[in-house]
């Protein structure tokens, strides 16, 4: 079982809609990012959390450490949002060393 | 600021040969992370540098190498290349330890093992 797992893999919205991608983890954190990939490999570093909630223009994340569970929210979807969101914990006590999921595949259709 | 830039963004080579990539971090950062994405195995941490010492290395072979310059910039260096080390391979800036920091990744270097 991986140490990292996102749901859904894979995942067809409708411009405008509202999109919730998931991250769980097994094992202890000190902080989990939310990544975007676009086509072509570049990526963007969208959060670092470590508790609550973090908003940045029409992307939200929030994390339950208790539940080891974390959510990444994209309000009024665009084409443009189209990416691989993909998910990263900081283990702890590893010296820094990040374990990422296998990603989410969006796209979002105009 | 420029941010982080990688080179060469293409390469080519042929199984036993060996490879240096390239990194150079945003101005003032200090940590440079290695990266390496397959569609198999997704992404994968390498090593991290900051202040030229390696602090943190992930599961790879004594192969997968690298070194960090006075300046932060950063290389890898991959001896002996297997097929299997065909990869997209990132690197990522922070002003401190990657611990502490949001990172800022490079474009990436696009490696194929023929």
């Known amino acids: 079982k991986n140490e990292v797992e996102q749901s859904p893999q894979n995942l067809t919205a409708q411009e405008g809609e509202f999109i919730t991608i998931n991250c769980s983890y097994s094992?202890?954190?000190?902080?989990l990012h939310w990544l975007q990939q676009h086509p072509g490999g570049g990526i963007v570093s969208l959060f670092m959390l470590s508790s609550g909630k973090k908003k940045h223009g029409r992307l939200i994340a929030t994390i339950n450490i208790q539940e080891k569970h974390s959510s990444l929210h994209i309000t009024a979807s665009h084409p443009r949002d189209s990416a691989v969101y993909i998910c990263a914990v900081r283990q702890r006590g590893s010296q820094g060393n990040l374990i990422f999921g296998k990603g989410t595949k969006l796209s979002v259709k105009p | 600021k420029a941010g982080v830039t990688q080179t060469p963004r293409y390469l080519i080579k042929t199984r036993g040969q060996q490879v240096t990539l390239s990194c150079s971090p945003i101005s003032g950062h200090r940590s440079v992370s290695w990266y390496q994405q397959t569609p198999g195995q997704g992404l994968q941490f390498l090593f991290e540098?900051?202040?030229?010492?390696?602090?943190n290395k992930g599961n790879f072979p004594g192969r997968f190498s690298g070194r960090q310059f006075s300046n932060s910039r950063s290389e890898m260096n991959v001896s002996t290349l297997e097929l299997g080390d065909s990869a997209l391979y990132l690197c990522?800036?922070?002003?401190?330890?990657?611990?502490?920091?949001?990172?800022?990744f490079g474009p990436g270097t696009r490696l194929l093992v023929l």
């Open positions: 990522a800036s922070s002003l401190e330890r990657l611990a502490a920091e949001t990172q800022y």
């Open positions: 094992v202890g954190i000190s902080a």
């Open positions: 540098y900051f202040s030229e010492t390696q602090r």
